[in-house]
């Protein structure tokens, strides 16, 4: 069966913050110039900010250049920050609070918003779609079109293929959508990102990229415990135990909810370690339990963050395209913010694909980005916070503030130096003998939950007959290398219980199991899997999680 075709001006692929505002920035430069263009996003979730997890609290700087009267017209954002508290936590029942002078100021949220991405990212649709774009989703981009050297666009993965690879019933091949730019903004390690970066070179003198997993759940909780616009954060304990960096929050939005989670930097050494764990363990916790208890939970999802800041971004253009957003990695980590870098690296291609477009181009290198990129407050703000992930990295969490602290609230510069942190994330770990294993506490269906029950109220969902979407290169590396020297450590980075070491049915020894329908699309086996041996591609389109108000 053939392939249709589509033609556009400008393909963006990729329905979150950075790709929405592209969107709407080209269209409304087009509308400004009297100019018609042809602009469609595609989104591998079954809607808009069904894949879009963060924390979030949410710096509107990019919001109000993209739309000044976005109160006006309703934008989402409807819970100020009233109050930042951050706790130093000691051990499993004690907590220092860090006094106000003494926190960096990029850790003060005055101004900000805390708010549900998600739903933002469907408010931003809407005005897409107002404007005159397409708005595309359930497709995933599987492949990308390449030639003679140049991205053309890309081809939506096929619909209806069994798990064996053959046609089901209803089988629709993918279609090519193909356009004059393609602007690749798929969020943290986009599986067609990763790729370009490789045959591009894009990453050729840059330190390795850097991640954390980000779990997060939303809770109704006690409207007497509840204080809208409360930002907590928290730091040390229980990540500290196990050597590891990382931190928590706990945000109060609106309607009686609150938002917890906890992020775990991927550069730990520990393979006993567990991600997920770690996090239910830390509700525990008296300041964070005080406000959890006697809640209920009603919502749960993961996904990796892009943590190396300026020192890991690659080039982000290539012939025929752009590199925008968390797909690069323009995540501030000192700020825990992305969603405001993401925003303003979109409008900054869209302004880019623009000039281009104008000036008659077509697939050839828009060089004048980086330039672009350069002159603007985003480039200023990361290079300014290069040194805060290599730091924390470095130095722990404590160290690692105090210089941040001190570059943004004595020196109010960065320091003359530049640290780096070139060892990969997958490379860190050690051994499992050399390593304390870890005793976890078993949920307790209160406070603290399985991986499994958590999945469910993820609302993931895939079509069980399709092809495992998690490829490993080599089936033999699991049980022959990773057991043995690891424990096998996908047992445990993975936050929804897809990867197992079981008995085989005949008895005869082990198998590693895929449960690829458990996925929820965190990436974080691509990145933290010692062999490399995994590799993340998208199912069929509209599976994953559905998360709500996330």
Request: proline residues 6%; negative net charge; aromatic residues 8%.
């Amino acid at each position: 069966m053939e392939r249709e075709s589509m033609e556009f001006d400008v393909l963006i692929v990729g329905g979150g913050p950075a790709g929405l505002s592209a969107a709407c920035r080209v269209m409304q430069l087009a509308q400004e110039a009297g100019e018609e263009l042809t602009v469609c996003v595609v989104e591998k979730g079954s809607e808009i900010g069904a894949h879009i997890l963060a924390g979030t609290v949410f710096e509107p700087t990019a919001l109000n250049e993209l739309f000044p009267d976005w109160k006006e017209k309703g934008a989402p954002l409807n819970t100020p920050v009233t109050r930042d508290d951050i706790f130093l936590l000691k051990n499993q029942e004690k907590a220092t609070k860090v006094p106000n002078a003494f926190v960096p100021k990029n850790m003060h949220n005055h101004g900000n918003y805390i708010i549900s991405l998600g739903n933002l990212c469907r408010w931003l649709a809407e005005q897409a779609e107002q404007l005159g774009v397409e708005v595309y989703p359930g497709f995933a981009a599987s492949e990308t079109i390449v030639e003679d050297g140049q991205v053309k666009g890309i081809i939506t993965g096929d619909m209806g293929v069994a798990r064996d690879g053959s046609e089901k019933d209803g089988y629709m091949p993918g279609m090519e959508l193909r356009a004059k730019y393609t602007l690749f903004t798929e969020g943290c390690r986009g599986h067609l990102g990763k790729r370009l970066i490789n045959d591009f070179k894009l990453d050729e003198g840059k330190d390795p990229q850097h991640y954390g997993i980000g779990i997060k759940e939303l809770w109704d909780i006690d409207p007497a415990k509840h204080e809208p616009g409360l930002v907590v954060h928290t730091t040390g304990w229980p990540l500290n135990e196990s050597g590891s960096t990382g931190g928590s929050f706990l945000y109060h939005l609106e309607n009686g909810q609150v938002y917890v989670g906890l992020i775990t930097d991927l550069s730990y050494s520990n393979p006993h370690l567990s991600p997920f764990e770690e996090f239910q363990r830390l509700k525990y916790h008296p300041e964070i339990k005080k406000y959890l208890e006697g809640g209920k939970r009603v919502a749960y999802g993961a996904r990796a963050i892009a943590k190396g800041g300026y020192n890991a971004l690659p080039k982000m253009s290539f012939p025929g395209g752009l590199l925008l957003g968390c797909d690069a990695g323009t995540l501030n980590s000192s700020k825990i913010k992305g969603s405001h870098t993401a925003m303003k690296s979109g409008l900054l291609g869209a302004e880019a694909v623009f000039e281009a477009l104008k000036e008659g181009k077509s697939g050839e290198e828009i060089t004048s980005f980086q330039k672009r990129f350069e002159d603007s407050w985003l480039y200023k703000e990361l290079y300014a916070e290069r040194n805060f992930g290599p730091a924390m990295h470095k130095f722990g969490n404590i160290v690692g503030g105090a210089i941040a602290f001190f570059e943004q609230n004595i020196l109010r510069s960065s320091l003359p130096i530049t640290f780096h942190d070139t060892t990969p994330d997958y490379a860190t770990l050690k051994p499992a003998s050399e390593c304390k294993k870890i005793d976890y506490p078993k949920p307790d269906n209160k406070l603290t939950f399985d991986r499994l029950s958590s999945v469910f109220i993820s609302n993931t969902n895939h079509e069980e007959d399709q092809p495992v979407h998690l490829k490993l290169t080599d089936p033999e590396i699991p049980l022959k290398e990773n057991l043995p020297k690891y424990d096998e450590p996908a047992q445990r980075y993975c936050p929804a219980g897809v990867y197992e070491v079981v008995e085989k049915d005949d008895g005869s020894g082990k198998k590693f199991q895929i449960n690829a329908q458990n996925c929820v699309h965190c990436k974080t086996c691509d990145i933290k899997d010692p062999a490399q041996n995994i590799t993340w591609v998208t199912p069929e389109g509209g599976g994953g999680p559905n998360y709500p108000n996330m």
